[in-house]
């Protein structure tokens, strides 16, 4: 069974940063699009970054882009989303998303989901 596991998530003063991780087991990244959402209170879920199974990263939201970046860690099959210069806006519950080489910007691109993880930025 495919697994995804997000992890990193927890308190950070505004400025501040921090690193998500999504662990897959059973799969192996490579041959998987990859993808982060966000879903903040009172808010829709929001596309946060992506890498393709080709190896080629999805473009940032406007939100993010600058501060936010996505990177791979074949060996140890983890998509890691390094933040930046966090702002209270970026308070959400995180998910990672992961596609036999599918993906895309949407939601319903992604097969597999992990159980999310809470950044809270505070101001």
């Known amino acids: 069974q495919v697994q995804v596991v997000e992890s990193g998530g927890g308190l950070v003063q505004a400025g501040g940063s921090l690193r998500l991780s999504c662990a897959a087991s059973?799969?192996?990244?490579?041959?998987?699009?990859v993808a982060w959402f966000r879903r903040g209170p009172g808010k829709e879920r929001e596309f946060v970054g992506g890498?393709?199974?080709?190896?080629?990263?999805?473009d940032y939201p406007t939100s993010v882009k600058g501060r936010f970046s996505i990177s791979r860690d074949g060996t140890r099959n983890t998509v890691y989303l390094e933040m930046n210069s966090l702002k209270p806006e970026d308070t959400a519950v995180y998910f990672c998303?992961?596609?036999?080489?599918?993906?895309?910007?949407?939601?319903?691109?992604?097969?597999?989901w992990g159980q999310g993880t809470q950044v809270t930025v505070s101001s």
């Open positions: 059973g799969v192996a990244f490579s041959d998987y699009a």
């Open positions: 890498s393709s199974w080709r190896g080629t990263n999805t």
């Open positions: 998303g992961a596609d036999f080489r599918g993906g895309g910007t949407r939601y319903e691109g992604y097969a597999f």
